[in-house]
């Protein structure tokens, strides 16, 4: 059996995502690791800082010694983080939102982001524009921060959360011909979004696991086409 293990720096991306790979990889052994004084740290400091990225590499040590196949990093907060961790340890680490920053600069030409925290929203920004010059594509990123939908979240008020996004995706549109969902927990609004913008909307959730299967694949051939 395979063995994949997936570090997540919140509690509410772990279920959904349990989701999608029960339906792409059944047959796979998924194990969570879940810090969520990792996503406090960087909101609290505004940064990845050093002692965030010494457990999160911890934390991709400790999946090798569990037996991963592939690490599968969550957050796109402390997206950075794996290519230092790619030098640390021999397990592939899949970056969940890369498959979707490469997709969305391919297709599109002004993308708007959207986050609910200004810690994730730079590295989605950072890995968007280097996923467009690594295509030799030229596109427009306008920043989209969802302001109190975090907190609102926190505060056990998803319909707040839900409408702060909304109605930045609304006032997104008229200037964008995409929009991307920079965190994962997001992924549950891309339909409702696309229905109320009339654009194409790209989260990170699925595209992240099919990612993960193919990194599978293509190390040993570990699970069927």
Sequence with gaps: MTTVVAIYTG???AEPLKAVFSELLPDCRLVNIIDDSLIAD?????????????RLLQYYETAVEIGADVI?????????????????????????????ASEAVRKCDRIGVIATLPSTLQPTMRLLRSQAEKAGRTVKLIEGLAEGAYQALVNGEPDKHDALILATAVQLTPRV??????????????????????????SSPRRGVQAVKAALENKTGLVNT
């Design 11 to 13: 509690q509410g991306l």
């Design 72 to 100: 599968l990093n969550t957050c796109s907060s402390v997206g950075e983080v794996v290519a230092l961790g790619q030098r640390v340890v021999d397990v592939p680490i899949v970056r969940i939102d890369e498959p979707m």
């Design 177 to 202: 011909d995409a929009l991307v969902l920079a965190q994962g927990s997001m992924a549950r609004m891309e339909q409702k979004l696309a229905e109320a913008t009339l654009l194409p909307v790209f």
């Design 42 to 54: 960087v909101v609290r400091d505004q940064a990845v800082t050093a002692a965030v990225t010494r």
